[in-house]
């Protein structure tokens, strides 16, 4: 079972350039999100999606897009890099439905700006 | 949303057991409790989670207080696999999706 699978697993951008962190997840879950963890620091939910066509804001949105047009991918697009969001990226899914929602992580994008 | 509070560290030896304690003061009915934990360098991954009673599974048990304003993750037997950062952390069933409020957690270190 492949479960979450987020690519790439490390990343340096340069800031102002722009590129996508990539999630897939072959468990048929309705919902995903994306959360980034700076150091020592709990996760931050940035965007979420509970089914194809739906988006919305986490807690930490701005500087990034998402697009859900697929049950089984949930990119995350970073519009003009700043080092503010070196971090690291996971990408999560679950079920919306069902007994106590268990979520299902990948293991994680590290980024760094420069 | 309901917020918990936990203690930043822990410490225990390999192969005893390990108690890490969660405060939910303002926990309301359809809050579910869950328990995750994140090893170094990966995810977080799904521990244990209950509604009102206590839940055993192979990871570990949960022990909810009657009145649901506080639980404690029991690991029954530490391994130094279990060092890691342990999350406690309320999901309003039929509502939250998923969207999980990560506090400090709690960093326990196993010594040999």
């Known amino acids: 079972n492949a479960g979450v699978t987020q690519t790439p697993k490390f990343q340096v951008l340069k800031t102002g350039q722009s590129m996508t962190l990539q999630c897939a997840q072959d468990?048929?879950?309705?919902?995903m999100s994306w959360y980034r963890q700076d150091p020592g620091m709990g996760l931050r939910l940035i965007h979420y999606?509970?089914?194809?066509?739906?988006?919305d804001q986490g807690e930490v949105p701005n500087g990034y897009n998402v697009s859900r047009s697929t049950t089984e991918d949930f990119p995350l697009r970073l519009l003009s890099a700043a080092p503010s969001q070196t971090s690291v990226y996971f990408c999560?899914?679950?079920?919306?439905?069902?007994?106590?929602?268990?979520?299902?992580f990948g293991e994680g994008s590290w980024l760094t700006v420069v | 949303d309901a917020k918990t509070t936990q203690p930043n560290s822990m410490e225990s030896n390999e192969e005893e057991p390990v108690h890490l304690p969660c405060n939910h003061s303002?926990?309301?009915?359809?809050?579910?409790i869950h328990w995750y934990r994140q090893l170094p360098s990966q995810g977080p991954e799904y521990v244990i989670h209950?509604?009102?009673s206590n839940v055993n599974n192979r990871m570990a048990s949960l022990a909810i207080a009657e009145d649901r304003k506080s639980s404690t993750l029991i690991l029954h037997r530490a391994t130094l696999r279990d060092a890691a950062v342990y999350y406690c952390?309320?999901?309003?069933?039929?509502?939250?999706?998923?969207?999980?409020?990560f506090g400090q957690g709690t960093i326990l270190t196993v010594h040999p």
């Open positions: 468990m048929n879950h309705e919902y």
């Open positions: 999606s509970v089914g194809a066509g739906i988006t």
């Open positions: 952390i309320l999901l309003r069933y039929g509502t939250s999706y998923g969207k999980l409020t």
């Open positions: 303002t926990i309301s009915g359809t809050d579910y």
């Open positions: 209950g509604l009102t």
């Open positions: 999560a899914s679950s079920y919306t439905e069902g007994f106590g929602n268990t979520i299902y």
